[in-house]
């Protein structure tokens, strides 16, 4: 055997014979599919199945989605499954399928040593963010996989890879952007390489994956593009200024906004964190174009959280997946060795201990986050849906949610009618629009709950999350109270207000056992109030209304 064969056997073994490699997809199959018969959908899965659901055409789906901030891919998906198949199902089934994929494709095919890739699949993204989580970024990971291993090939399959680089456009606007990196890192390569003709076929070719691109793109700008119905937000912080300000933030203190991949807030843990992340890129030292790729992805996204919304772990996540493609890249292409004896050391230290660091950070909150699942509940509306179905009178039982967005993911688990109070209408899904009742009070929703019931004579329920902050079993203190919470909402109430809730309503149960925010409640209505009680506050609502519109309110940036 030659000493490259020789080589190519140890790297072979160590990434794993086929057994091996199935054994591993095996264990994170187990786990996943443990997590998923223990998991309560939140409101954001459950809101693109509702969308998907309500939909008869991908046109109708579009229009839908307008005010979403999310381009189409993922709905599209579901719409397709449903229509499939007529079951919700379809919901966890697709986004396990998704990252499953993912997860055979890196664990058979990428170019990591077994322990590496065991350390990946087991972390907090395929285990969880992107298996369990029903969201659009298990497309993202399968998506820049695919890129990565069909890269080597990218003289013969251009077309594909430019396909692969417009759909991952249209996952989430993170995944835009990265998107339009791996197009510069494939323009740089041949431009690096220095023999391609300007008119040649391959330079041709990737016009074509470019333009095939620029559509993705564009497309994706089209369909997350806001209209003029959406709430107000703080748009004066998107300036060049703000911008700037932002990069040299992320300079200062490059793992600041990846608070989930990186811990470390301040003082030493933070100066650790930031060496973290940025010692991760450093194993592309000898891939130039994949370093500052890496760089530039991070100064982008850095840019986003800063600016626009905090980044969640799966928003952060995207960024390790991202690097792990453009090692994976590198890789496969064999780079030859740095010379310079720091710049290898250097190398070295990213490949061997930045990456494994961060991906350990990343086993570590997928544990956590199994556990959370596996031992509580996220949301509470699986527990009332069982208790809807164990209650014969309450089959058909009308649900009214304040917030109202805390019983989006019911629909999931229950076909009850839900009434919007603050829209006046019957819906699965809420309008962050202008034109809502932005300031509710108490007694606007006892009024609401009122008006359902005459007209549909079925018990009316209310789900009212406001538990810490409004405790009805306490005696009011004289005082008029108002709370101010996500998405330019208010609400409030009286001493009146609260004698008007006891006298008309009763606790049916509690959810307050619940990790997440969607915990509540639940209340009956069980007597009328009175019509000068309504007229009064009707009146109320309609100057509330007219003075939200006159003057909009600054909307709190809200999670992708």
Request: glycine residues 6%; contains cysteine; neutral net charge.
């Amino acid at each position: 055997m030659t000493e490259s064969e020789t080589a190519t056997s140890a790297d072979s073994d160590a990434r794993g014979t086929p057994l091996s490699c199935w054994l591993l997809v095996l264990g994170w199959a187990v786990l996943v599919a443990l997590l998923l018969a223990r998991h309560e959908m939140w409101r954001d899965e459950v809101r693109a199945l509702s969308l998907a659901m309500g939909a008869h055409s991908l046109s109708e789906l579009s229009h839908s989605l307008r005010n979403e901030g999310h381009p189409m891919l993922w709905h599209a998906l579901l719409f397709a499954g449903y229509g499939l198949t007529g079951s919700k199902l379809v919901l966890p089934v697709v986004s396990a399928l998704i990252c499953a994929a993912a997860v055979v494709l890196f664990v058979h095919r990428s170019p990591f040593p077994l322990w590496f890739k065991a350390l990946f699949v087991l972390g907090g993204l395929p285990l969880y963010e992107y298996s369990v989580m029903a969201r659009n970024y298990g497309i993202s990971m399968l998506l820049m996989f695919v890129f990565a291993h069909l890269y080597p090939l990218r003289r013969e399959r251009t077309l594909a890879l430019g396909v692969v680089l417009a759909l991952l456009a249209n996952t989430n606007v993170h995944s835009a952007l990265l998107a339009g990196i791996l197009m510069a890192v494939w323009m740089t390569d041949v431009l690096l390489r220095g023999r391609t003709p300007p008119l040649g076929q391959e330079a041709r070719q990737l016009y074509l994956a470019g333009l095939v691109l620029s559509a993705g793109i564009a497309f994706a700008l089209w369909s997350v593009w806001p209209t003029s119905e959406l709430a107000a937000s703080d748009t004066t912080r998107y300036t060049i200024v703000d911008v700037l300000s932002a990069a040299w933030e992320t300079v200062c203190n490059p793992a600041g906004a990846f608070h989930k991949i990186a811990p470390g807030k301040t003082g030493v843990l933070a100066v650790l964190a930031s060496l973290v992340l940025v010692g991760a890129t450093l194993g592309l030292l000898s891939y130039a174009p994949g370093l500052v790729a890496s760089w530039t992805a991070l100064l982008l996204l850095s840019a986003v959280f800063k600016l626009v919304y905090k980044g969640s772990l799966r928003h952060q996540g995207l960024f390790v997946v991202f690097l792990i493609s453009l090692y994976w890249m590198m890789l496969e292409a064999g780079r030859a060795p740095l010379r310079n004896v720091v710049l290898r050391w250097l190398a070295r230290t990213g490949t061997f201990v930045g990456l494994p660091i961060l991906c350990t950070v990343l086993l570590g909150t997928g544990l956590y986050y199994a556990f959370v699942d596996l031992t509580g509940e996220c949301s509470a509306n699986r527990a009332l849906a069982n208790v809807l179905a164990a209650t014969p009178r309450y089959a058909h039982a009308v649900l009214i949610g304040e917030p109202d967005y805390y019983l989006e993911s019911l629909p999931y688990y229950s076909d009850n009618p839900i009434y919007l109070a603050r829209e006046d209408r019957y819906g699965r899904t809420v309008r962050f629009v202008r034109d809502i009742r932005r300031d509710l009070s108490l007694r606007d929703l006892l009024v609401s709950a009122l008006q359902v019931q005459r007209t549909s004579s079925e018990p009316v329920l209310i789900a009212l999350g406001h538990l810490d902050a409004l405790d009805l079993a306490a005696p009011p203190d004289g005082r008029a109270h108002t709370i101010e919470y996500p998405f330019a909402r208010t609400f409030r109430w009286s001493p009146d207000d609260l004698a008007a809730w006891r006298a008309n309503t009763k606790l049916v149960t509690t959810f307050r056992d619940v990790h997440g925010d969607e915990r509540y409640g639940l209340y009956e209505l069980t007597a009328a109030i009175s019509n000068a009680s309504a007229q009064h506050s009707s009146t109320t609502v309609s100057t509330a209304g007219a003075r939200s519109r006159a003057a909009p309110r600054r909307e709190p940036s809200s999670e992708e």
